[in-house]
């Protein structure tokens, strides 16, 4: 496991970051290039499992070359080992393996062509938003199209696209986007904590979704939310 510690040059806290870089080393050169934030490396899920306890890092980031099915299943790992906002960055893949991925318990996902967006990616996650290549979101919002009858004939910008959620589920779409619990939404709209299930159980049916992540993609892709509201 390395170490790469940038100097504390700003005010706060700088970010700690937990790679698990398995590319060839594209994102921990671009990782350990932005002085505002402090990396870890680890060249192995098993390294990493050991060493997540020990940093308690705020973000961790999982580089692939090529994520097949055994690698994915080693995400929720990690997350076991030390819970915190996982971001993926790989190389090209299909809709099949970025559902795996975000069902993993990723909450952003970069593709290699987009390295360059890694650093600000960490802080839009840490900020609670979603980070996601356009062309994941695409895959993500094409799936959530065929698992919702609703969602088919929708385009972004139609009138129907209101349609699809009432102004109630949007506002818990948006509270759930920021991480706030069933019980943090419930007293905010004064709701109770079955309604707010029963409310989140409509919204991901209405958007296809089976995931938190895959629902505010969703809601991103079609302007039912605004990304810059949830970063």
């Keep these: 496991m390395n170490r790469v510690g940038n100097p504390r040059i700003i005010d706060g806290p700088v970010p700690r970051i937990f790679l698990v870089g398995l590319d060839d080393g594209g994102a921990q050169q671009v990782l350990i290039g932005d002085r505002y934030l402090e990396v870890r490396v680890a060249q192995s899920f098993a390294r990493g499992r050991d060493e997540l306890p020990r940093m308690q890092p705020d973000v961790i980031v999982v580089a692939f070359d090529d994520p097949g099915p055994a690698a994915i299943a080693e995400l929720p790992t990690l997350l076991s080992?030390?819970?915190?906002?996982?971001?993926?960055?790989?190389?090209?893949?299909?809709?099949?393996?970025?559902?795996?991925?975000?069902?993993?318990?990723?909450?952003?996902?970069?593709?290699?062509?987009?390295?360059?967006?890694?650093?600000?990616?960490?802080?839009?996650?840490?900020?609670?938003?979603?980070?996601?290549?356009?062309?994941?979101?695409?895959?993500?919002?094409?799936?959530?199209?065929?698992?919702?009858?609703?969602?088919?004939?929708?385009?972004?910008?139609s009138p129907m696209v209101n349609e699809l959620i009432t102004n109630r589920q949007r506002e818990i779409l948006e509270l759930l986007a920021h991480g706030h619990s069933y019980e943090d939404i419930g007293l905010a709209l004064s709701l109770s904590i079955?309604?707010?299930?029963?409310?989140?159980?409509?919204?991901?049916?209405?958007?296809?979704?089976?995931?938190?992540?895959?629902?505010?993609?969703?809601?991103i892709e079609l302007k039912l939310l605004d990304r810059d509201s949830i970063r």
Excluded: C, W
Excluded at 194 to 209: D, F, P
């Design 194 to 219: 079955n309604t707010v299930r029963s409310h989140v159980r409509a919204i991901y049916e209405r958007l296809g979704a089976s995931t938190k992540v895959e629902a505010v993609i969703a809601a």
């Design 81 to 157: 080992a030390y819970r915190a906002p996982l971001l993926v960055v790989s190389g090209p893949v299909d809709e099949q393996r970025v559902t795996a991925v975000i069902k993993a318990g990723a909450g952003g996902y970069l593709l290699r062509q987009e390295l360059f967006r890694l650093p600000d990616a960490v802080r839009e996650l840490l900020r609670g938003g979603v980070p996601m290549s356009p062309l994941v979101s695409q895959l993500v919002l094409g799936r959530a199209r065929r698992s919702s009858a609703k969602m088919a004939a929708v385009r972004p910008g």
